[in-house]
């Protein structure tokens, strides 16, 4: 059952970052219509900048969780190092625990955000009036999948500490 929960989380965590690898490749497009655009027709999208900016988000926000999943978040183990065993386990225990409350706390100030935006039809200040409840979104969804993936560490690191594993 836990196991089955690991792999769900882990798929989602891959969903994510091929969708911040297709949003990488989505900018890279834009900008080169936009050089094409400027350099052959002398013409402007008037949106490479903006767009590319909410797509940067997506790129970020997406790949969070498979981030860390493939433990590629950036970690300072001088501490670590020095510890025994016992306290190593008992320190990313805790540092995950820890993690993943700050991260619920921040998605839940993020989901308010994009409520406020659409409650209040805020928009972009530019030609093409983006509401900005949408480039919003990715933030707590992406926040989201960090959550399950700090979730699923948490079960893993919790199992491994168990006498039973």
């Given at each position: ?78 501490l670590l190092v020095k510890l ?41 200040d530019s030609i093409s009036e ?36």
């Amino acid at each position: 059952m836990i196991q089955k929960l690991l792999q769900g989380i882990d798929a989602c965590s891959k969903l994510g970052a091929y969708l911040s690898a297709f949003s990488m490749i989505l900018i890279v497009g834009l900008i080169m219509v936009e050089i094409i655009c400027r350099s052959v027709f002398s013409v402007s999208t008037m949106v490479a900048d903006e767009f590319s900016g909410y797509l940067m988000v997506v790129t970020v926000m997406a790949g969070l969780g498979y981030t860390l999943a493939t433990d590629s978040h950036i970690r300072i183990t001088i501490l670590l190092v020095k510890l025994g065993p016992r306290a190593r386990q008992f320190m990313d225990l805790a540092a995950t625990g820890l993690a993943l409350a700050l991260a619920l706390f921040i998605c839940y100030h993020a989901a308010l955000m994009v409520h406020d935006s659409y409650s209040y039809d805020m928009r972009a200040d530019s030609i093409s009036e983006t509401p900005f409840y949408l480039p919003q979104l990715v933030v707590p969804l992406g926040l989201a999948g960090l959550i399950l993936q700090l979730f699923g560490v948490l079960l893993r690191r919790c199992r491994r500490c168990s006498p039973n594993p």
